[in-house]
């Protein structure tokens, strides 16, 4: 875990949900490849040329310099309109088939609850989001969930964190984003004022009362 900043006054944590809420390396790796592998049929390609392509976009920015960003925002670059990149994740990522009720999590939401508003911000679709809450059984911890089909850009863009702040009716500087890719995450949170954790999974958000809570 590392605390990249925190407000003087807190008042709600902005949630990441996959490898936040949850770690789960085999569900994280069937994200991707069923995403490569509509990709394939998209472009007339095999899995493995797609999974090269899309390897070779992620290098391509590493040359240039530039930060890490979502799988949906290296999808628009083969051409993929974000209401197809919306709908392929709707057709195969079911979170019931994958995650299960985490008790411990409930209880560290419970207590953050009693002190923050707590909202989700997830770069797959809204529907797969509030899947994810309730087969992990903390959804009623939760104000809402904002996801891909919410404002059609994905987490590094400025507009989900800024769609987020707006829904709550708070400054970003009274909110703190917490997720387990800084790039994604946390880089764009902290230029609009934001507070950023980062976490290495499920087992560093069961210690956030512990270091939020006073
Ligand atoms: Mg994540």
Redesign the pocket.
Known sequence: MKVFGLPGEIRALVF?????LYTHHGYARFQESSQVARLAQALGASESEAKTALDRAREARRAQGLPRTSMANLFLGFGIDMATIVRWREEKIVPGDWLVTDQRLDAALALLQKRFRLALLTNNPRKVGEASLAALGVAGRFEFVVGLDDNWASKPAREPFLEVCARLGLEPSFCVSI???ED??LATALTLGMGAILVDGVEDVYGLPGILIS
């Open positions: 990441d949900m996959d490898g936040t997720g387990d890719r994604v995450d």
